[in-house]
C-alpha cells in the first residue's frame, strides 16, 4: 500500500513560536510509516476577506522561518503563491509550491511553477467543474516537456490537484465525492478536508464548522484519495486565520487513525 500524502499545518504563519509550537506537535505525524508527510503554513494569505484582516509576515520573513521549521525538523515544506514573482524565493525553500483555488486558472502562475523543481499542488477553485481542472494541469506538465495529460504522468512531474468544495449560493461549500473519482484522470488527488468545512464570508471574516472535518475526510477516504489536506492549531479558537474550520491537533491524529481504519476495511 502506498504511504498517503499528508499535508498539515497552521493557515498562516502567526509567529515563529507559535509554529515551532505547532510542528513539533506533528512530529509524531511525520514520522507515520503510513504517511508521506508535509508541513504547511502561508507566509502571506493575500485574499483575507477585509484589509484590516492579519495576512502574515510577508514573503522574506515567511520563507525564513519555514526553513528554519525545515532545518529543526526535517520537514518537507508546503506554501501558497499569490503572484509569479514569489515563485522562484518560494521554490528555494518549499518543496510543493502550492496554487490557490481563486487562482488556478492563472497561466503566468502556473507556468512559473511548472519551471520549479518542487512539486505543484493546484487546488480546485470552488467555482469550477472537475473537468476543468485538466488545463491548469496542462499548463504545469507543458511547462515541464510532457503534453499528454493523464495520472501518471502527473505523479511523474509533481503535479496534485487539491479538492475542496464547490460555492453552493451565497452561503456554503458543498463537496461533490464525484470529483475526487474524475479528478484522478488527470493528477494524484488530495482532499481539503478543512477548506471544505469553511462557511464563505457573509461579514467581516470567513466562518466554517470544524465539527464536520472528521465526516468529510471519512468519506473521502471511503472514494479513495491519495492524500489529505488539514490546517490545525493547538487552538484554533485563536488561531488568525482560518480558525473555525481548523482541527485542533488532538483531533487531527484522531481523524487520521479513522482515515487509516477505512483503508484497511477496504484495503485502498
Given at each position: 500500500m502506498e504511504k498517503l500524502i499528508i499535508i498539515a499545518g497552521p493557515c498562516v504563519i502567526e509567529s515563529r513560536e507559535n509554529i515551532f509550537?505547532?510542528?513539533?506537535?506533528?512530529r509524531k505525524l511525520s514520522q507515520?510509516?503510513?504517511v508521506d508527510f508535509y508541513f504547511k503554513a502561508s507566509f502571506d494569505k493575500a485574499n483575507r476577506t477585509s484589509i484590516d484582516s492579519f495576512r502574515g509576515p510577508g514573503l522574506e520573513e515567511g520563507m525564513k522561518i519555514l526553513s528554519e521549521v525545515k532545518k529543526e525538523?526535517?520537514?518537507r515544506i508546503v506554501t501558497d503563491v499569490h503572484e509569479s514573482y514569489q515563485v522562484e524565493s518560494v521554490a528555494k525553500v518549499a518543496d510543493v509550491v502550492q496554487i490557490p483555488a481563486f487562482l488556478c486558472r492563472q497561466t503566468d502562475l502556473l507556468?512559473?511553477?511548472?519551471k520549479t523543481n518542487a512539486k505543484v499542488n493546484i487546488k480546485k477553485g470552488q467555482f469550477l467543474a472537475a473537468a476543468?481542472?485538466?488545463h491548469p494541469v496542462a499548463?504545469?506538465?507543458?511547462?515541464?516537456g510532457e503534453k499528454t495529460v493523464n495520472y501518471e504522468n502527473s505523479k511523474k512531474n509533481g503535479v496534485w490537484l487539491c479538492e475542496r468544495g464547490n460555492t453552493f449560493g451565497y452561503g456554503a461549500l458543498v463537496v461533490d465525492m464525484k470529483n475526487l473519482i474524475?479528478?484522478?484522470?488527470y493528477a494524484p488527488v488530495l482532499f481539503d478536508a478543512t477548506h471544505s468545512a469553511q462557511v464563505p464570508s457573509t461579514g467581516e471574516t470567513t466562518g466554517g464548522n470544524s465539527a464536520i472535518v472528521p465526516s468529510l475526510a471519512r468519506a473521502a477516504a471511503a472514494v479513495g484519495v491519495d492524500g489529505f489536506f488539514f490546517e490545525t492549531h493547538f487552538d484554533p479558537s485563536c488561531a488568525l486565520s482560518d480558525g473555525p474550520n481548523m482541527l485542533t491537533l488532538e483531533d487531527l491524529y484522531k481523524t487520521i487513525e479513522q482515515i487509516f481504519a477505512i483503508k484497511t476495511?477496504?484495503?485502498i
Open positions: 509550537k505547532i510542528a513539533e506537535g506533528l507515520d510509516e503510513r525538523f526535517g520537514y507556468v512559473a511553477a511548472g476543468s481542472m485538466k499548463k504545469v506538465l507543458q511547462t515541464r474524475a479528478m484522478r484522470e476495511v477496504l484495503n
